[in-house]
C-alpha cells in the first residue's frame, strides 16, 4: 500500500484541471516516471513555483471540482510519479477521481466550510498530514471512516473522510489492475 501522508501542498483555487495537472503535450508520454518534471507546469495560481513547491509533498489540498477537464490517467500519474498520493478537495470531476482510486490513490472530499479552516490555519506554514484509510466503524452504505490529522504552525487538526468499501480495497490493493489480479 502506498503511503498517504506527508507535507501538503496547498493549492488554493476551484477547477484545476487535468491540463493543469499534466500538459496536453506531454501525453504521448507512456511511461509514468516521464512525467514527473511537468506536473502542474502551466497551473497559474499566485505566489505558486511548481520547480519550488512540489519537491517533498505527498499531499495536495484544493478547492472544488479537481481534475475537470478531460480525462486521462495521465494526471493521477503524473501526481504519483511524485510522490503525491492523496488529493483533498471540496469535489472533483467524476472520471478523474475514479482514475485516482484505479491507481491506487484516494481523492478524499471534504466540506468548503472544513476546507476554508483548513486554508485559513495551515496553508501559510510547513504543514504534515497523516491518515488512517480506515477503522472497522462502518455505516450502513458501506463506508469506512478514517482520519487526516493535519499538523503545523502549533496547530493539530484531525477531520474524518470515507470511502466506500470498494475504493478501500482498490488503495489496499494498490490500484484496479492489482485488485483484479488478485480477485478474478
Not at 11 to 27: G, H
Not at 32 to 61: M, S
Not at 98 to 124: H, S, V, W
Request: glycine share 8%; with cysteine; hydrophobic share 40%.
Amino acid at each position: 500500500m502506498k503511503n498517504f501522508g506527508g507535507k501538503v501542498l496547498f493549492l488554493d483555487r476551484s477547477d484545476i484541471n487535468t491540463d493543469e495537472i499534466i500538459p496536453a503535450k506531454y501525453l504521448n508520454e507512456s511511461a509514468r516516471e516521464a512525467l514527473k518534471l511537468n506536473l502542474l507546469e502551466d497551473l497559474k495560481l499566485a505566489g505558486f513555483d511548481p520547480k519550488r513547491d512540489i519537491t517533498g509533498k505527498g499531499v495536495v489540498v484544493s478547492r472544488a471540482n479537481f481534475g475537470c477537464g478531460s480525462s486521462r490517467e495521465h494526471a493521477p500519474w503524473a501526481l504519483e510519479v511524485n510522490g503525491i498520493n492523496l488529493v483533498i478537495a471540496e469535489s472533483f470531476a467524476r472520471i478523474f477521481r475514479q482514475n485516482m482510486y484505479n491507481c491506487g490513490m484516494i481523492a478524499a472530499e471534504l466540506p468548503a466550510p472544513t476546507l476554508a479552516d483548513l486554508f485559513r490555519d495551515f496553508k501559510n506554514v510547513e504543514t504534515a498530514l497523516t491518515v488512517d484509510i480506515g477503522t472497522d466503524r462502518r455505516s450502513a452504505d458501506q463506508r469506512s471512516e478514517g482520519t487526516l490529522t493535519f499538523s503545523g504552525g502549533g496547530k493539530t487538526k484531525t477531520l474524518p473522510f470515507v470511502l466506500t468499501d470498494f475504493e478501500k480495497a482498490l488503495v489496499e490493493a494498490g490500484g484496479w489492475v492489482e485488485y483484479a489480479a488478485a480477485h478474478y
